[in-house]
């Protein structure tokens, strides 16, 4: 028999039998339903959490610092040679410092932090109220929230604040100075406010700060690799140089293994009904050989062989899989898209942002499709065989 002909036999057989069938496949709708629902959640969280944590450009950036390390500060010869490694595509050294700030009615202690407009962006730094300066603004800084709560001023009123501020002096950066030295800095203005409550801090650029404490040296620098997949390389490099490193990337190496056994967790609820479909599809087909036992005796005795009835079998059992997959893909899919829906409509009444839950990657779909057509193979191999066995004599006497 051609194969387009044992197919349209295959269905004929189906949908004469059009309520079994349809309680089968949806069966397999269910469990695919179910696998692909809770699979994409776990992919959407993943996916929104770490979209949080860094961008796609954070993951070209290396931290470069003396913490735990025998070198004690970086000098113009280490950022000389940091630039000189391969696949570096830009380094900006920064500076922090102790210090203090007043406002004529509070002092308190900061971390004075000199950053050039380009170590903030490549950070990632988000300013929460006002701009950011320009690397040749004099005598303009930027605060976290933390320091003007210390200092009682409005976070809404922070441009009034005229701040005073004096660093202490470190003989690492600053060889030329005394040690805790205080040095005055002069009065400046906040232009800008950085979300922080954990920390007291200002930002400044960092030629000022290197002009006003005659720094040489630095405590902090950013790396910007050309590409991510180059970030180790250039990060063992630069270990090799003495330093300590610290990789964004690192972290969302931890959270990714985290969801993966979450996605495993969920997945496995999804596999138990996934498991009742295929005992379901097994029935249908094993029931559907009894009952057409005499049918299979009629056909061999019309020279149909053995392997017209085996894919004839096997044909049914990949219909059912391959209709019930689809559609289950489909319903999964759609089902997280209302739950996603419903999620953000509430959201937005009550002032959050909306988010998307659910995620399902392409190549998930593919080999969704592809598991559950080899699941239809291996169900229908068994009444397939069987029904090849089945010898012409007692197929037409079965009753």
């Not at 100075?177 to 009065?187: D, H, Q, S």
């Not at 400046?188 to 801090?201: A, N, R």
């Not at 379901?280 to 009894?290: I, Q």
């Amino acid at each position: 028999m051609k194969l387009l002909y044992i197919l349209e036999i295959s269905w004929r057989n189906l949908m004469s039998r059009k309520i079994r069938s349809a309680v089968t496949i949806s069966g397999v709708i269910i469990g695919i339903t179910t696998i692909v629902f809770l699979t994409s959640l776990g992919y959407g969280i993943e996916k929104m959490t770490t979209t949080q944590i860094a961008s796609e450009q954070a993951l070209k950036v290396l931290d470069v610092n003396v913490d735990e390390s025998d070198i004690v500060a970086i000098s113009e010869e280490h950022l000389a040679e940091i630039r000189n490694i391969n696949d570096v595509a830009a380094v900006h050294a920064g500076i922090k410092i102790a210090g203090k700030v007043s406002n004529g009615l509070v002092k308190t202690d900061v971390i004075i932090k000199g950053y050039s407009r380009d170590f903030l962006e490549v950070s990632a730094t988000d300013i929460y109220k006002g701009q950011q300066y320009i690397d040749s603004d004099e005598n303009k800084i930027l605060i976290s929230t933390n320091a003007l709560k210390l200092m009682n001023v409005d976070i809404n009123d922070f441009t009034s604040a005229d701040l005073e501020i004096e660093a202490l002096a470190s003989e690492v950066l600053s060889p030329s100075l005394t040690e805790g030295r205080a040095v005055p800095l002069g009065n400046y203005l906040v232009v800008g406010v950085i979300d922080d409550e954990e920390s007291p801090f200002i930002v400044m650029p960092v030629e000022q700060i290197k002009d006003d404490l005659r720094v040489t040296n630095y405590n902090e620098v950013k790396v910007v690799v050309s590409d991510k997949t180059k970030v180790q390389e250039v990060r063992s490099a630069i270990t090799k140089m003495g330093f300590t490193t610290a990789y964004l990337g690192d972290t969302i190496t931890q959270i990714t293994t985290i969801f993966v056994f979450f996605r495993y967790i969920i997945g496995g609820f999804g596999l138990i009904a996934m498991l009742v479909a295929i005992l379901g599809m097994f029935n249908t087909l094993t029931v559907s050989l009894l009952e057409r036992t005499r049918e299979i005796g009629v056909l061999k005795a019309n020279n149909a062989t053995k392997k017209d009835i085996f894919l004839m079998f096997l044909s049914e059992a990949l219909i059912i899989s391959f209709i019930g997959g689809v559609l289950g893909i489909a319903s999964g899919v759609a089902s997280g898209k209302l739950v996603n829906f419903w999620f953000n409509f509430y959201a937005l009444r009550s002032g959050s942002n909306p988010l998307a839950l659910f995620y399902v990657p392409s190549v998930f779909v593919f080999l969704t499709v592809a598991v559950v057509s080899l699941v239809g193979f291996l169900t229908g191999l068994y009444p397939a065989t069987r029904a090849t066995k089945i010898k012409i004599l007692d197929a037409l006497k079965y009753e």
